[in-house]
């Protein structure tokens, strides 16, 4: 399978909710303003989606509640699965990379992508790097 990605990348590899906010209000945003851009879950990033457990960087943790208020009122959810949902409505293609899916123990067929994105090949996505003319990490 070919895949086409996009200009700009963003690299999600922190299984953190403020890297799951940060990452996917950007690329929401910038689609939504004609920018080609796609988000790849990888490492961390990937493997909290595939556990459903998710945490705060350690120097948010004491703004937890303030964020999860702050964001709701801006109209914007920190559950990653709405974020999620959110950024495929806009059009922003998200893609979950199949090398860590492999590291973390996924067993195809049984061992599920996350709802929401698509599989990455490694050589794939190696391929988009060297194209992409930004390559973002959040």
């Known amino acids: 399978m070919v895949i086409k990605m996009a200009e700009t990348l963003i690299l999600c590899k922190e299984g953190t909710i403020n890297s799951y906010l940060s990452a996917l209000i950007v690329a929401t945003n910038e689609k939504k303003a ?10 961390e990033g990937l493997a909290a989606l595939v556990d459903k457990k998710y945490r705060y960087a350690p120097g948010l943790e004491g703004y937890a509640e303030d964020i ?8 914007i959810s920190s559950d990653p699965f709405e ?56």
Do not use: H, R
Request: charged share 25%; proline share 5%.
């Open 34 to 43: 004609g920018e080609d851009i796609a988000v790849v879950f990888m490492q």
């Open 68 to 75: 999860k208020k702050n964001a709701a009122g801006m109209g």
């Open 83 to 138: 974020l999620i949902k959110m950024a495929n409505s806009a059009g922003v293609p998200l893609f979950a990379c199949y090398a860590w899916m492999k590291l973390l123990g996924g067993k195809p067929p049984g061992f599920e992508i996350p709802e929401g994105l698509q599989k990455l090949e490694l050589t794939d996505l190696l391929k988009e790097l060297g194209k992409a003319k930004k390559v973002i990490t959040l």
